[in-house]
């Protein structure tokens, strides 16, 4: 296969490079770079299978040739940048998905839309299987990122149903590993920093708020598969072992061997307005359609992420 991916140098955009590259297929990756790094990408410099064209992906995508997939992937992710980056957010939500749509209908290419858990809101079925409809509050500081990522499932089903575009979406939930952020704001390199540092590990609310991490080798292996699968509608991908904040972050102090301590503290942003008190994914349509289910361990995938911020946290000194 011939595939473009959008937000080739972030977080999941650059492991799906990899992932697409170590199955043979050619890879064209998308980047404006305002929160994507080179860095994650500079080790395939080079390679005759990629081609990075920088481009931001709200304006009209030009690919030369054919193209058998498209998988959009551009977007601020995390709480604080969505906060800083709100126009930006919505636009690549929104209009990015459209042209990435356009795009995959002029070369009869089949498209996949990173979708998110938070469309699901501060949800209020647990776990959250794919046919809740959520509850999300539009107005609010993440209303950006869940409105953007709602109306692109829309219009991607648009695409689906009115122009025959052959479309797939993930959504996905927490997920973690090396090459996030050191200050992306998310409790995973939040917390590593924080212990690493020697700092308090700053627990927002009483820390009963819940999350379940999944590993970026099991979410990206799961996304090759729906994208390979005949599956049209929307298809959870996580790790379902959900945890309170407070045991996450004594998680990561045992797994550093640190002697930070724990602080709670209401943050002064608007950063833990609407935060989703629970989420956990129901895995059980990407288990019985994909045959997929997380195979790395949180403390593996943990160890992992502390190696990759051990050396950034040290050069900050
Ligand atoms: N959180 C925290 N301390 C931090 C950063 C985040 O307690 O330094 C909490 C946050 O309030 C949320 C959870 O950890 O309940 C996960 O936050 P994150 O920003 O990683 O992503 P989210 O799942 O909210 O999109």
């Known amino acids: ?70 998988l959009h992937f551009a977007s601020p992710a995390s709480p604080i940048d969505y906060l800083k980056l709100p126009i930006q957010t919505l636009k690549v939500g929104a209009l990015g998905t459209h042209k ?26 647990h776990p959250q299987t794919e046919d809740y409809w959520g509850n999300v509050n539009p107005i609010g500081p993440r209303g950006v990122y869940d409105e953007a990522k709602r109306f692109g499932e829309a219009i991607v089903m648009a695409y689906q149903r009115y122009h025959d575009v052959e479309t797939r979406i993930v959504r996905i939930f927490n997920t973690f590993g090396p090459r996030m952020r050191l200050n992306d704001g998310r409790v995973v390199p939040n917390f590593i920093a924080q212990a690493l540092r020697g700092d308090p590990l700053t627990v927002f609310g009483d820390g009963t708020r819940t999350r379940s991490f999944c590993y970026v080798s099991d979410l ?9 699968s005949d599956e049209p509608d929307p298809v959870n991908i996580g790790n379902p072992s959900e945890m309170s904040i407070l045991d996450f972050a004594k998680t990561v102090i045992r797994l550093t061997n640190s002697s930070s301590e724990i602080s709670f503290i209401e943050p002064e942003d608007t950063r833990i307005k609407d935060d989703p008190k629970v989420r956990q994914p129901d895995i059980g349509k990407a288990r019985r359609i994909l045959n997929w289910e997380p195979q790395v361990l949180l403390e593996d995938g943990l160890n992992e992420t502390i190696e990759f911020f051990r050396p950034r946290v040290l050069r900050e000194k």
């Open 1 to 70: 296969m011939r595939v473009l991916i959008t937000g080739a140098a972030g977080f999941l955009g650059s492991h799906l490079c990899d992932k697409f590259l170590a199955n043979g297929h050619t890879v064209i990756g998308m980047d404006n770079l305002i929160t994507g790094k080179t860095a994650n990408i500079e080790h395939l410099a080079g390679n005759s299978d990629f081609l990075f064209i920088k481009h931001d992906v709200t304006n009209f995508i030009y690919i030369e040739g054919e193209l058998d997939a498209v």
């Open 100 to 125: 990435a749509l356009g795009l995959a209908k002029a070369k009869n290419a089949r498209l996949l839309l990173a979708s998110t858990s938070e469309i699901y809101g501060d949800p209020l079925v």
């Open 220 to 228: 990206v292996e799961g996304i090759y598969r729906l994208l390979l």
